[in-house]
C-alpha cells in the first residue's frame, strides 16, 4: 500500500521544552512516540500537513522559528544532514539562514521539531492548509498526496498537525464554549473509529468558532485513506489512541492510524 501510516499530533508550542521550562508536559512523549512509530516504519517520504494563513506547499528550504514564543530557536523543514548550517544532530535546533525558502506556520514548526527530535533523517514535504478550505478540498488534498506518491512508486506517510478547541474550559484562550467538549468528543471518537466520512462532516463554522485550527488537516487526512482504501477505510485500519485530554483548556489529540495486518 502506498500510504504507509498517519500520525496526528497537536502543535502547541509547550511541546518543546526550551518554551515550556520545567512545567511537565504530558502530551510531549506521546506526540514523539507517535511520530517514532511514523517512521519505524520506513516511509520514503513524510508529508507534514498544518493549519496555516494560505494553501501553501513547503520544501526542505523552509524553516520555522519560536522566537514570538521567547526563545530563539527555528527549525528547517529539511533533514539535519540537508539543512543549511545543520549539525547533524537530530535533536538540536538549527539557526535559520538568511534569505532561504518559506517561514513554516506553528503547526508545521512543531511538526518539524517532532521529526527533529525522533532523528528521522528522510524526505519530508509541508501543506499548510487554511481555516477556509471546504471539506472538499481538503479531501481532494489528501488525495492528491497519494496519488502523487502512487505515480512516484514512494511509501507515504502523513503527520497530521492539527489541535482541537482552543474553548474548553473558562481559562482557555478562547474561554469556555458549551459546544466545545462534544465537538472534541465527536473527533476523538471518528479519530479512533477510522472514519473518515465523520471527519469530512465536520463543520469548518463551526470548528473556526470554537478554535479548532485541526479540522481542515483532519479532512485531509480522510481524503487520503479514502483515496489509499476506497471500500471500507473503517476496516482496512487500525486506529492507536495515545493520547486526548484538554490542558490548558486546549484539546490535544495524539492517535495513529496504520492499515490492519500492516505494510
Do not use: N
Not at 504507509?4 to 497537536?10: F, G, K, T
Not at 539557526?95 to 528522510?122: C, D, E
Not at 478540498?137 to 492528491?144: C, K, P, S
Not at 473556526?208 to 482504501?229: F, I, N
Amino acid at each position: 500500500m502506498t500510504l504507509l501510516a498517519a500520525a496526528v499530533c497537536p502543535h502547541p508550542p509547550l511541546l518543546v521544552p526550551q518554551v515550556a521550562g520545567e512545567d511537565p508536559i504530558d502530551v510531549r512523549e506521546h506526540a514523539l512516540s507517535a511520530v517514532r512509530r511514523l517512521c519505524a516504519l520506513e516511509p520514503d517520504r513524510i508529508v507534514l500537513v498544518g493549519d496555516d494563513g494560505a494553501d501553501t506547499a513547503y520544501d526542505g528550504t523552509s524553516t520555522g522559528s519560536l522566537a514570538g514564543f521567547g526563545v530563539d530557536l527555528s527549525f528547517p523543514l529539511a533533514p539535519p544532514a540537508e539543512a543549511a548550517g545543520g549539525s547533524g544532530a537530530g535533536s538540536r535546533p538549527t539557526a535559520a539562514v538568511p534569505g532561504a525558502g518559506r517561514r513554516l506556520p506553528l503547526s508545521l514548526t512543531i511538526g518539524a521539531w517532532l521529526l527533529r527530535q525522533v532523528g528521522w533523517p528522510g524526505h519530508r514535504e509541508a501543506r499548510g492548509v487554511p481555516a477556509t478550505t471546504t471539506p472538499a478540498a481538503a479531501a481532494a488534498l489528501g488525495a492528491g498526496l497519494v496519488a502523487a506518491a502512487e505515480a512516484d512508486g514512494a511509501r507515504l506517510a502523513l503527520l497530521i498537525m492539527g489541535d482541537a478547541s482552543a474553548r474548553r474550559t473558562v481559562k482557555a484562550p478562547g474561554s469556555l464554549d458549551p459546544r466545545a467538549a462534544a465537538h472534541d468528543a465527536s473527533v476523538a471518537a471518528a479519530l479512533a473509529a477510522v472514519d473518515v466520512d465523520a471527519l469530512l462532516a465536520l463543520d469548518p463554522s463551526l470548528s473556526r468558532d470554537l478554535l479548532a485550527p485541526g479540522r481542515a488537516s483532519w479532512q485531509v487526512l480522510a481524503g487520503a485513506v479514502r483515496r489509499a482504501t476506497p471500500a471500507e477505510p473503517a476496516r482496512s485500519w487500525t486506529s492507536r489512541v495515545r493520547y486526548d485530554d484538554a490542558p490548558f483548556g486546549v484539546g490535544y489529540l495524539v492517535v495513529g492510524w496504520e492499515p490492519v495486518g500492516g505494510r
